[in-house]
């Protein structure tokens, strides 16, 4: 079974209930989408696997840490997966970047695939796939089972707001996967929109609705 980290960092909490309120801009939503996803990769990061290198000082040498698992990359899923991509990367800037298109069909709330662009060696890579928005599950769902199909076996899902319907579907589909919340809500409406939510992330990132 997957692990399922709900982030308590008070400042993530705190971000989390700035973005919730409907009166919050597109400039300000989308900073703070950036925010959060830096925060959450931080937190989401700490069992990455550290070595001893021996190196020279100003001073002397000595010994430090340094990443020595595998390298990783960035998986958004679009659109609204692309606001998280740079808070992220500035946390791991030597990560790549690869992009799931998919959206959710307003009549079905079916996934539908339209681009998926890969780093050529995500298969070796830790892959952290990343939506702001988990509701039913099948967009992220789909997306996981697209990097399977690709040889990926390395992939942690982080999500700023999930509804348990939507992590219930992704420990039956992918138990092998992690997923890192920022808030876990009540439901899911009629329309299959969190509740409490934020509405539609994508709308409000890019100020199209
Ligand atoms: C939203 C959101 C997720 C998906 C979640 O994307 O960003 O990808 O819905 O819903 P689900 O868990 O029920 O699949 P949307 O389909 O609205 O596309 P967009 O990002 O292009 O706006
Ligand atoms: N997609 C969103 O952007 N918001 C929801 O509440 C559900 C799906």
Redesign the pocket.
């Known amino acids: 079974m997957s692990e399922v980290h709900v982030m308590d960092h008070p400042l993530i909490q705190h971000k989390i209930g700035v973005i919730r309120r409907k009166d919050i801009g597109s400039r300000d939503f989308r900073a703070m989408i950036g925010e959060i996803a830096a925060f959450m990769c931080y937190e989401a990061t700490r069992d990455l696997k550290l070595q001893d290198v021996e190196i020279e000082t100003p001073i002397c040498k000595t010994v430090v840490k340094e990443l020595s698992g595998k390298k990783m990359a960035i998986v958004p899923i679009l659109r609204?997966g692309i606001g998280m991509v740079d808070g992220i990367l500035n946390m791991i800037p030597a990560a790549k970047v690869g992009h799931i298109g998919l959206y959710?069909d307003p009549e079905t709330f079916e996934p539908v695939e339209y681009f998926c662009k890969l780093p050529a060696d995500c298969g070796e890579r830790e892959v952290f796939v990343v939506d702001?928005?988990l509701?039913?599950g099948g967009?992220c769902s789909a997306a996981i089972q697209m990097l399977k199909d690709k040889g990926v076996k390395n992939i942690r899902f982080m999500c700023i707001?999930a509804?348990p319907e939507g992590v219930a579907r992704m420990q039956e589909e992918h138990p092998d996967v992690d997923l890192y919340i920022g808030a876990l809500d009540d439901h899911?409406d009629e329309h299959?929109?969190?509740?409490p939510?934020?509405?539609?992330?994508?709308?409000?990132i890019f100020g199209t609705k």
Request: aromatic content about 4%; charged content about 25%.
């Open positions: 609204a959710r702001p928005m509701a039913t967009s707001i509804a899911l299959k929109y969190i509740v939510g934020l509405g539609d992330a994508g709308d409000r």
